[in-house]
């Protein structure tokens, strides 16, 4: 038997308080009073609902996501690169992709704009020469 996963309106119901106030409880606790967010946030604890940030993003216009783009993902000298966009990247509250471009300027553009209303912000790591052209 498949289990459906717990939405922000179940929470809401169980917890019986509007789906607004049930998302801000869980999204920016600072706007509830203490009593709601404790109550809000054990309903969603016990029904396992799992703040979706990417449905926020919506309301804020911003994503919880960077992009790193970079030419080669085998090369050697990504690796502390990728490593260290990560770590920067967590640090101030975003996950990053990767986007290997192969060193294609026809990949990298591709990535971009498959990512560019999806995330918040690129990092551009090309070590590919440039193109007559580009």
Do not use: K
Not at 89 to 107: D, K, V
């Amino acid at each position: 038997m498949a289990w459906a996963t717990p939405t922000l309106q179940d929470v809401a119901d169980e917890a019986g308080v509007a789906v607004s106030t049930a998302s801000r409880a869980l999204a920016n606790p600072d706007r509830v009073s203490a009593p709601t967010r404790t109550h809000v946030q054990s309903v969603a604890m016990r029904l396992g609902y799992r703040h979706n940030r990417m449905a926020a993003a919506p309301e804020t216009d911003r994503t919880p996501m960077l992009a790193l783009l970079v030419a080669d993902v085998t090369n050697p000298h990504n690796f502390g690169l990728i490593r260290g966009a990560e770590a920067q990247a967590r640090a101030a509250g975003y996950t990053l992709i990767i986007g290997n471009t192969q060193e294609s300027p026809e990949f990298e553009r591709a990535h971009a704009e498959r990512l560019g209303s999806a995330v918040a912000g690129f990092v551009l790591a090309g070590s590919r020469p440039a193109q007559r052209g580009e």
